[in-house]
C-alpha cells in the first residue's frame, strides 16, 4: 500500500479585538495568531479525513494529511484476516512517511486510531520528539481494544488519548498548543475541570474535584508497595495531636504486594477517617493527582507510605499557614532511622545534610511531608504524570515559586522516613532524577546543591578518562603510555576524594561506619546522574518545539536573536581578541541581538557586569591576572579546562535563555561545549582569527599525529566558523569543515577610534611623546618569538645605517617573553638610544597618530588588529606578506609587503619609507580610506547578524 500527501491551503487567523494593544491586538492575541502547527494528519477514512484536514487548514494550521492512494474503502469487517493485513500495510506506510516528513511536521494526529497503527507511531514519534494526538474510534472498545492501554501507549510519545466528541477541529488548535508547550490536557465536564475519573470503593461513585472544602485536612497517602510499612505510617496521621477534622485519602496506584488489602483493612478500622481509591499503575504523579481531586480538606498534605510523622507535625506546619498569610506551603525535617539498610542510611544521611543548610523560605519542599493550602493544586495546576515518579514534587513546587508563592521550612515539624531501597533500586532512582531535572526551572533546590554539578560534572569525567584509558592504553607507548595510565587513576581519585570531607561529618555526625562508603556510592551515582541528565537534555530538544521560519511569521512575532558570546578574554585592555570580542559583542547588541558574554574572569573586575546591552559572566577560573596562553604548558592547560568547564555549565544552566552560542577563537572551549550544544539543540559558531598555536581548530590533522584526526573530526562537528583570512579558511577544509559551512569574514577596527589625528593635536602628541626630529617607527603587539622582534631590530639597525642623515627611532607598543632578549640584541647592536620599549600603554589611539610608519614584521599571524589600526590610523604599514597582511594590504598603494624572515628586504622597505615623507604621506592616505570602506566595524558587524538568522533559520543561509 502507498500513501498520498495532500498539502491543504491554510490562511491567517483575525485576532479578537478585545484587550487590544495599539495595533488593535493584545499580545497574548498576537502570539496565539502567530501560531500555526504544522500538523500530519493520519487518517484511513476518505472523506472524514479530508473533512478534518480542510477544517483544521481553516483554522490556521498547516495541514499535511496521510490517506490511501486508493480511494477504496478498507476491505472487511473488524476481525478479519484481510482487515488486519490491509491495516498493517496502512500503518507501515505511515510511519515510513513519517519518518520522511519529520523536518516538515510539528504535530502528528491521528483520526479514529487503532492498536496496531498507535504501536507502530507513537514510538517513532517518541523518537522524533514530536507529539501524538490520538482520536479513538467509536468501535475501538467493541473490537476489545481497552482505551487505558491506548493511552499507555500514546504516552510513549508524550500525546494525548482524546474521544471523537473531545477533538472536534474547533479545539484541537488548543490541544496542540499545549501538546507543543507540554502543558497538560484538561478535559471538560458538566461541574468544570476535573481529572480522569477513578473508582472509590466507599461508594463505587467517580470523584471529581469538589467545590468547597468540607474539612480542616486531607492527608493524601500514595502508595505502591508499601504493604509493611502503610500500616504505621496511618497509625501515625491518626493519632496526631490536633483537634482539627481530618480524612485520609489512601490512593493505592496498581500495587502488587498487598498493600490494596492492608488499605482496605485500615478503611474499616478507622470507618470515617480514611478512604481508598485504586487506580492502575501510573506513578506517583497521577495518584497524587488522583488523591488532590478526591480531598476534602481545606489543607492537603501529603504524606508517603513510608513515612512516620511525629505527634506534632500537623500543628507545627498549619500553624505556619495559618500565621503566615503569603506562604502556600510547608514542610518539616525527615529523620533517617538506624535499622534501615545500608544505602537508605547514607541516601537518607545526603537529604539530612542538605536540610541542614535550607532557608526558611525554601525552594523546594519534599513530597515525603508537606502541607499546601488547597489553592496550590488549582494554582500550579496538577502534578506532571509524564514525570511518574522523579522531580514531580519539584516541578510542582518550581511553578509555585515562580507564581511569587512562599514555601516555608519548619524544622520543627519530624517525621522519620523508612526509605526502602537496593543499590540498584538506588541507581535507577537517582537516574530517573537526573533524567527529569531538565524539567525544573529552579535549579538550586537546596544551598548544598550548588556543589552538586561540579561533583557530577568531575565524576563524569572521572569516569570519560578512565573509558578512554581503557581504548588507547593498547595503542599507546613510552611517556605517552605513562600519562595515559596515570591520568586515569588521578582522576578517579580527585572524583573520590572530593567526598570524603562529607564523609567524615557524616560519620561525626551519625557514627555510622556507612558513611566510610559515601564516597564511592556517591561517584557511581554521579556517573549514573550524568548519563540520565544528557539523555533527559537529548529527549527534551527533540521535543522541542520547531521554530516557525521567520519568513513565515510575521514581524511583530519575530524574537529576537539570543545570543552568547564566549569570548576568554573580554576586555579592551586585553589583546587583539579581548577588544574584537568587546566591540563586535556590543555593536551587534546595537543592531538587537540580545547579547550575554562568558568569559573568563579578572582580577579587579567583578563577577557578573551589566553594560546597558549586554550582561557579562566571568566564569572563575586560575591565574585571573594572567591573560595569554601562548605557551603550550599544563598550567595554562589547566587554566583554560577550568574555564571550559565552567563554561558547560554555565551553558546548561542558560540553556533555555540561549538561541546560538558563538565562541572566539576555537580551541578548548569550544572542544568542550561543543557535545553539550548538540544535547541541547543549540547551533554553534567559532570565529578563527589567530595563527594556529596550542589546541585549536585548523590544521590538526598534521600538528597532532593520530590524535589529530580525532581532534579534527570533533571541531568538525560546529554548525559554522569564521574564518578571518583565505588561509585559515583553507586549513578549516582540510580538516574536514564543509566548505559551505565556513564564512570569510575580515577582522576589523573602530575607526572612530583610530582616526588620523589632526596636525596640530599630532604635534602636541609628538613632542610629549619625544618625537620630534625623528621619523618614528612603531610595532605594536605582544612581544613573542612569532612576532619576529629579532628580525625587525636587525632590519632597523640596517635601515638606519643606511638613512643617517634622517634621525628614526623605533618604539616597540606592548610586553611579553621576548622583551629582554630584544634589549639585549639592541644592546649588541649599539642602537640602545634609537630603540624604545614602551611596555603597555593606555593610550593606544594617540601614540599610533604621533607615529610615521607601522611595522608588523611576524613569522605566524592570523587577522593582525595592531596592522588594521595602523592603517585606519593613516600611518603607512610595512607587513608581512602572511595571514591578514596581505589580505589588507594592496602593496605598494596602501602600504608595503615583505617576506616573512627576510631581514634584506624589510630593511630596504624601512629605509625606504625613512627617506621619503611624500610617500608615508601617500601610503597613509590611501589606508585609511581602505580600511573605512572595507574593515570598519559598522561594515562587519551586519554580515555576523546574517550569519547568526542563517544558523538559526536555515532557508535564510546565503
Not at 80 to 100: D, I, K, N, Q, Y
Not at 303 to 315: C, I, M, R, T
Request: hydrophobic share 45%; aromatic share 6%.
Amino acid at each position: 500500500m502507498t500513501l498520498e500527501v495532500d498539502s491543504q491551503e491554510t490562511r491567517e487567523l483575525a485576532a479578537p479585538s478585545s484587550s487590544a494593544g495599539k495595533n488593535g491586538t493584545s499580545s497574548r492575541e498576537r502570539a496565539r495568531a502567530c501560531f500555526r502547527p504544522s500538523v500530519l494528519v493520519v487518517s484511513r477514512a476518505g472523506d472524514a479525513g479530508a473533512a478534518l484536514a480542510s477544517a483544521l487548514a481553516g483554522s490556521g494550521a498547516r495541514v499535511l494529511r496521510l490517506r490511501p492512494r486508493s480511494a477504496r474503502p478498507p476491505v472487511g469487517a473488524g476481525g478479519t484476516g484481510e482487515s488486519f493485513v490491509s491495516s498493517l500495510a496502512f500503518s507501515l506506510a505511515a510511519a515510513w512517511r513519517l519518518v520522511e516528513l519529520r523536518r516538515e511536521v510539528d504535530v502528528v494526529h491521528v483520526e479514529k486510531a487503532s492498536l496496531l497503527g498507535l504501536a507502530l507511531l507513537a514510538p517513532i514519534a517518541r523518537f522524533l520528539g514530536l507529539p501524538l494526538l490520538a482520536v479513538l474510534e467509536e468501535t475501538a472498545s467493541r473490537r476489545g481494544e481497552s482505551p487505558r492501554l491506548l493511552e499507555r501507549i500514546v504516552s510513549l510519545a508524550r500525546g494525548h488519548v482524546a474521544s471523537p466528541h473531545e477533538a472536534e477541529p474547533s479545539r484541537c488548535r488548543d490541544i496542540y498548543e499545549r501538546l507543543l508547550a507540554r502543558r497538560p490536557i484538561v478535559r471538560e465536564s458538566g461541574n468544570g475541570r476535573s481529572l480522569p475519573l477513578a473508582i472509590s470503593r466507599e461508594n463505587e461513585s467517580p470523584t471529581r474535584e469538589p467545590e468547597r472544602a468540607e474539612l480542616d485536612v486531607s492527608y493524601v497517602v500514595p502508595v505502591f508497595d508499601a504493604a509493611d510499612t502503610l500500616a504505621r505510617s496511618v497509625a501515625c496521621i491518626v493519632q496526631q495531636k490536633t483537634a482539627r477534622t481530618f480524612e485520609v485519602v489512601i490512593v493505592d496506584d496498581g500495587s502488587r504486594d498487598g498493600s490494596a488489602r492492608v488499605a482496605a483493612e485500615l478503611a474499616r478500622k478507622h470507618e470515617g477517617k480514611v478512604r481508598v481509591l485504586e487506580k492502575e499503575n501510573g506513578g506517583e504523579a497521577s495518584a497524587l493527582n488522583l488523591g488532590f481531586a478526591a480531598a476534602r480538606g481545606a489543607f492537603i498534605a501529603i504524606v508517603e507510605a513510608d513515612v512516620e510523622l511525629d505527634p506534632g507535625w500537623l500543628d507545627e506546619c498549619a500553624s505556619v499557614l495559618e500565621r503566615e498569610p503569603g506562604a502556600i506551603a510547608a514542610g518539616g525535617y525527615l529523620e533517617t532511622p538506624r535499622e534501615d539498610p545500608w544505602i537508605a542510611r547514607l541516601a537518607g544521611y545526603e537529604i539530612e545534610r542538605k536540610f541542614a543548610t535550607k532557608p526558611r523560605d525554601a525552594k523546594h519542599l519534599t513530597s515525603a511531608n508537606v502541607l499546601y493550602r488547597r489553592e496550590a493544586w488549582r494554582l500550579a495546576g496538577p502534578f506532571d504524570e509524564r514525570l511518574r515518579n522523579a522531580s514531580l514534587d519539584s516541578v510542582f513546587n518550581g511553578r509555585l515559586v515562580r507564581a511569587g508563592k512562599r514555601l516555608v521550612y519548619e524544622p520543627r515539624a519530624r517525621c522519620r522516613h523508612h526509605y526502602k531501597t537496593t543499590f540498584p533500586a538506588y541507581l535507577r532512582r537517582q537516574f530517573a532524577y537526573a533524567r527529569f531535572r531538565v524539567h525544573n526551572e529552579v535549579l538550586d533546590l537546596y544551598p548544598a546543591d550548588r556543589w552538586l554539578a561540579v561533583h557530577v560534572a568531575l565524576s563524569a569525567l572521572a569516569a570519560a578518562v578512565l573509558a578512554v584509558e581503557i581504548v588507547a592504553l593498547p595503542f599507546l607507548r613510552g611517556s605517552l603510555f605513562a600519562a595515559c595510565a596515570a591520568s586515569g587513576p588521578i582522576a578517579l581519585g580527585l572524583a573520590l576524594a572530593i567526598e570524603v570531607p562529607a564523609a567524615l561529618a557524616i560519620l561525626a555526625r551519625t557514627h555510622d561506619p556507612a558513611a566510610l562508603l559515601y564516597p564511592p556510592v556517591v561517584f557511581v551515582r554521579n556517573v549514573v546522574g550524568a548519563v540520565g541528565y544528557a539523555l533527559g537534555l537529548l529527549l527534551e530538544t527533540r521535543a522541542r518545539p520547531r521554530r516557525v521560519e521567520t519568513s513565515e511569521r510575521p514581524r511583530e512575532c519575530a524574537r529576537v536573536p539570543r545570543v552568547l558570546v564566549v569570548a576568554p578574554l573580554y576586555h579592551t585592555d586585553r589583546g587583539g581578541l579581548g577588544r574584537q570580542a568587546v566591540l563586535l559583542t556590543e555593536k551587534l547588541a546595537s543592531l538587537g541581538v540580545r547579547a550575554e558574554v562568558a568569559t573568563r574572569n579578572m582580577r579587579g573586575l567583578p563577577r557578573r557586569e551589566f553594560s546597558p546591552r549586554v550582561k557579562v559572566h566571568r566564569v572563575p577560573a586560575p591565574r585571573p591576572g594572567v591573560h595569554n596562553y601562548e605557551a603550550p604548558n599544563l598550567e595554562n592547560f589547566l587554566t583554560s579546562l577550568a574555564f571550559s568547564l565552567g563554561l558547560v555549565l554555565l551553558v546548561i544552566r542558560r540553556r533555555r535563555e540561549i538561541d546560538l552560542i558563538h565562541v572566539h577563537g576555537a580551541s578548548l572551549p569550544l572542544l568542550l561545549v561543543l557535545p553539550v550544544a548538540k544535547l541541547l539543540g543549540i547551533p554553534v559558531l567559532a570565529k578563527v582569527a589567530a595563527a594556529h598555536q596550542g589546541l585549536e581548530a585548523g590544521d590538526v590533522r598534521r600538528r597532532y599525529g593520530p590524535l589529530g584526526g580525532a581532534l579534527a573530526f570533533l571541531f568538525a562537528r560546529a554548525d559554522g566558523y569564521v574564518a578571518t583570512t583565505g588561509e585559515i579558511a583553507r586549513m578549516l577544509a582540510k580538516d574536514g569543515v564543509a566548505p559551505s559551512r565556513i564564512a570569510r569574514v575580515p577582522n576589523f577596527v573602530d575607526v572612530e577610534a583610530f582616526a588620523p589625528l589632526s596636525p596640530e593635536a599630532r604635534a602636541i602628541a609628538r613632542r610629549e611623546l619625544l618625537l620630534e626630529g625623528r621619523v618614528a617607527l612603531v610595532a605594536s603587539g605582544r612581544l613573542s618569538e612569532r612576532k619576529a622582534g629579532d628580525v625587525l631590530v636587525r632590519a632597523f639597525a640596517r635601515a638606519r645605517s643606511g638613512t643617517s642623515e634622517t634621525p628614526s627611532l623605533l618604539v616597540f607598543l606592548g610586553d611579553g617573553p621576548e622583551r629582554p632578549k630584544l634589549e639585549g640584541l639592541a644592546r649588541s647592536l649599539g642602537i640602545e638610544e634609537s630603540v624604545r620599549f614602551a611596555g603597555f600603554v593606555g593610550d593606544v589611539p594617540r601614540r599610533l597618530g604621533a607615529a610615521d610608519v607601522l611595522v608588523l614584521a611576524s613569522r605566524i599571524e592570523g587577522f593582525p588588529n595592531a596592522l588594521l589600526e595602523g592603517l585606519s590610523t593613516g600611518l603607512a604599514c610595512v607587513a608581512t606578506r602572511i595571514g591578514g597582511g596581505e589580505e589588507a594590504i594592496r602593496d605598494g598603494s596602501t602600504g608595503l609587503l615583505v617576506p616573512p624572515d627576510d631581514e634584506a628586504s624589510l630593511a630596504s622597505a624601512l629605509a625606504r619609507l625613512i627617506r621619503d615623507e611624500d610617500l608615508r604621506r601617500s601610503l597613509g592616505e590611501a589606508a585609511a580610506r581602505d580600511v573605512r570602506s572595507r574593515f570598519a566595524l559598522e561594515a562587519v558587524a551586519p554580515r555576523y547578524l546574517s550569519i547568526y538568522r542563517g544558523l538559526l533559520s536555515p532557508e535564510e543561509r546565503e
